[in-house]
């Protein structure tokens, strides 16, 4: 089944810097990958979500990236705020087969005032 | 809309009582999901149902757990007998799944927190 590795596991930056978190992939057969935010005390919330036939989207301050040759998406914030402070999760689905998502283990983003 | 909802928020049990989590998904949606997360393993999928048919329970983890869709508004996991590594926050999601395009937005309740002494 789909494998999915997130890095790093908690990334702290100040206000105003970029943040970016990494994933990669293990089913070459996967060609769907969003992106979740989850506050404290809430369920995960997706943000961003990009599909195998586009190799970068963006969405005002926060963009992804996927490159399938190396089965790896990324998840860039740029101009962070404190309301960005959250646990992100990257995801994966195939196109056929399994119908869930497979979670990466999550970054916790700290921004600093 | 009010979205997923599940219940309860919180549960605190002892080792060997039943546990009963249920969850209204948004009305439309073909797909219902149920993950557990933990810090250890994270998110990860307990079972799927596809039009209330349960599809995919290979991440139940034994016998203990159970999980039924009686109809499209509905949906439980019951623990029987509950151990204290059950002990999580168990999400149900909901959505759909396009089948061409394989997108498809989750939307997430917000979970039920077990604790089993």
């Known amino acids: 089944g789909e494998n999915v590795e997130q890095h790093p596991s908690t990334l702290s930056v100040q206000e105003g810097d970029s943040a970016v978190i990494k994933c990669t992939y293990s089913?070459?057969?996967?060609?769907?990958f969003p992106w979740y935010k989850q506050e404290l005390g809430k369920g995960p919330q997706l943000i961003i979500d990009?599909?195998?036939?586009?190799g970068e989207k963006k969405d005002q301050r926060i963009a992804v990236t996927l490159n399938k040759t190396a089965k790896h998406f990324s998840l860039h914030i740029t101009e962070t705020q404190p309301e960005d402070s959250a646990v992100y999760f990257c995801?994966?689905?195939?196109?056929?087969?399994?119908?869930?998502?497979?979670f990466g283990s999550g970054t916790r983003l700290q921004v600093q005032p | 809309d009010a979205g997923v909802i599940q219940s309860p928020r919180h549960e605190v049990t002892e080792m060997g009582q039943e546990v009963t989590l249920r969850c209204k998904p948004i009305?439309?949606?073909?797909?219902l999901f149920w993950y557990r997360q933990t810090m250890m393993r994270g998110l990860e999928l307990l079972i799927y149902?596809?039009?209330?048919?349960?599809?995919?329970d290979s991440g139940m983890p034994e016998d203990r757990f159970s999980a039924k869709m009686p109809n499209a508004s509905f949906s439980t996991l019951k623990i029987q007998p509950s151990e204290p590594r059950d002990s999580a926050v168990y999400f149900c999601?909901?959505?759909?799944?396009?089948?061409?395009?394989?997108?498809?937005?989750?939307?997430f309740g917000e979970g039920s927190r077990l604790t089993v002494l």
């Open positions: 990009i599909r195998s036939n586009v």
């Open positions: 009305s439309g949606h073909d797909y």
């Open positions: 995801a994966a689905r195939a196109y056929t087969g399994r119908r869930a998502l497979t």
């Open positions: 149902f596809n039009n209330n048919v349960p599809i995919d």
């Open positions: 089913d070459s057969a996967s060609n769907y």
């Open positions: 999601a909901s959505g759909t799944v396009s089948g061409s395009s394989n997108t498809g937005e989750l939307f």
